[in-house]
T-cell receptor, first 114, second 112 residues
């Protein structure tokens, strides 16, 4: 069974640009969550999508947005990139039918801002 | 506000030397506590879910336990391949069912 797939694995951007990251969940999983991981702040929740609807959003500025498609695939967009946005962005999927089912993570997209 | 604290930050063990990692949490209502393992350059790999105090789960050399205030990850006779960062995360009833709050992790090194 294929795991969570994130593309691209690495990205280099400059300040002010925007970026889109992609996540394909495990087949049959309907919930997709996004997290940011940095050495200083650890893993922090960005937002969660279920059935194409954003269910919850973490404490991040509006420059961070996302969407989910009818096949459960999800994209995350960051506009007007800042140096502090350099991080590992992780996507996690779960069945979503019951609240406390485990989330399974992809290997992330490493975003570097120059 | 949820708080999840892991200790120690780093742990070095000799192969075969058993030990425990701690995860203490403060939440209004615990829906679930999750343990993950993360290797360098990889995403977190799911290990266990614990739902209620007194619950225990085992997998190979790992055993996770849960009380009302904390969880322990016991590592019995570790091997070098157990070296990784171990993360715990909690899910609270009052937030979205699928939002996880993570601790900062324990970096485990097992020396041969």
């Amino acid at each position: 069974k294929a795991g969570v797939t994130q593309t691209p694995r690495y990205l280099i951007k400059t300040r002010g640009q925007q970026v889109t990251l992609s996540c394909s969940p495990i087949s049959g999983h309907r919930s997709v969550s996004w997290y940011q991981q940095t050495p200083g702040q650890g893993l922090q929740f960005l937002f969660e999508y279920f059935s194409e609807t954003q269910r919850n959003k973490g404490n991040f500025p509006g420059r961070f947005s996302g969407r989910q498609f009818s096949n459960s695939r999800s994209e995350m967009n960051v506009s007007t990139l800042e140096l502090g946005d350099s991080a590992l962005y992780l996507c996690a999927s779960s069945l979503g039918t019951v609240g406390n089912q485990p989330q399974h993570f992809g290997d992330g997209t490493r975003l570097s801002i120059l | 506000e949820d708080q999840v604290t892991q200790s120690p930050e780093a742990l070095r063990l000799q192969e075969g030397e058993s030990s425990s990692l701690n995860c203490s949490y403060t939440v209004s209502g615990l829906r679930g506590l999750f343990w993950y393992r993360q290797d360098p350059g990889k995403g977190p790999e799911f290990l266990f879910t614990l739902y209620s105090a007194g619950e225990e789960k085992e997998k190979e050399r790992l055993k996770a336990t849960l009380t009302k205030k904390e969880s322990f990850l016991h590592i019995t006779a570790p091997k070098p391949e157990d070296s990784a960062t171990y993360l715990c995360a909690v899910q609270e009833y009052t937030t979205s069912a699928r939002q996880l709050t993570f601790g900062s992790g324990t970096q485990l090194t097992v020396l041969p």
